[in-house]
T-cell receptor, first 116, second 114 residues
Framework: AQTVTQSQPEMSVQEAETVTLSCTYD???????LFWYKQPPSRQMILVIR??????QNATENRFSVNFQKAAKSFSLKISDSQLGDAAMYFC?????????????FGKGTKLTVNP | ETGVTQSPTHLIKTRGQQVTLRCSSQ?????VSWYQQALGQGPQFIFQ???????GRGNFPPRFSGLQFPNYSSELNVNALELDDSALYLC?????????????FGQGTRLTVV
């Protein structure tokens, strides 16, 4: 079974600084997707960035980038130039196949605080 | 804001009662998944519906059941509520069969069982 581990329950960063959130996962599949989701107090999960395992190049979306290490099964999220609006819970997720279905397997999350 | 809406937003039920939660999918999507997010935890997969049939299920008992309708909206039903069922219930809609598509989440229903 696939598992996702986020070892940092909480992180804080100063506004305009850079922060890195860690995630490791376990899978026997060779082709898969990994995601980082943001969940603000409004509760809605918002996709921040995704990485396809067969792509060696790390994904980037504006201030958000990942460091994907397939052999180490590591998938960290770097937020540059942090903004107050980045404060939220961040979840790392793996898209798993179960029979004919696709499900997301989430980590426990990291609460990010951005200090002004 | 996504096109996925859930109702109600909050709900309080008594142990032993039954509850129905509703989800309206993103336009053009054919798949709905339901997740349970306990306080301080990540979402856990309950089940997925594709073309009105359950096509995948997580580690949840049979008292958790669902429906998907021809317009791809969906319901999650929970019978014989237990205190541990208190959680945020999220639905996500997606499109299976068209390569990768993003799953869009609703804002969830906060269920409290007392």
């Amino acid at each position: 079974a696939q598992t996702v581990t986020q070892s940092q329950p909480e992180m804080s960063v100063q506004e305009a600084e850079t922060v890195t959130l860690s995630c490791t996962y376990d899978t026997s599949e060779s082709d898969y997707y990994l995601f980082w989701y943001k969940q603000p107090p409004s509760r809605q999960m918002i996709l921040v960035i995704r990485q396809e395992a067969y792509k060696q190049q790390n994904a980037t979306e504006n201030r958000f980038s990942v460091n994907f290490q397939k052999a180490a099964k590591s998938f960290s999220l770097k937020i540059s130039d942090s903004q107050l609006g980045d404060a939220a819970m961040y979840f790392c997720a793996y898209r798993a196949h179960q029979g004919g279905s696709e499900k997301l397997v989430f980590g426990k999350g990291t609460k990010l605080t951005v200090n002004p | 804001e996504t096109g996925v809406t859930q109702s109600p937003t909050h709900l309080i039920k008594t142990r032993g009662q039954q509850v129905t939660l509703r989800c309206s999918s993103q336009s053009g999507h054919n798949t709905v998944s339901w997740y349970q997010q306990a306080l301080g935890q990540g979402p856990q997969f309950i089940f997925q519906y594709y073309r009105e049939e359950e096509n995948g299920r997580g580690n949840f008992p049979p008292r958790f059941s669902g429906l998907q309708f021809p317009n791809y909206s969906s319901e999650l039903n929970v019978n014989a509520l237990e205190l541990d069922d208190s959680a945020l219930y999220l639905c996500a809609s997606s499109l299976i069969g068209q390569g990768f598509t993003e799953a869009f989440f609703g804002q969830g229903t906060r269920l409290t069982v007392v």
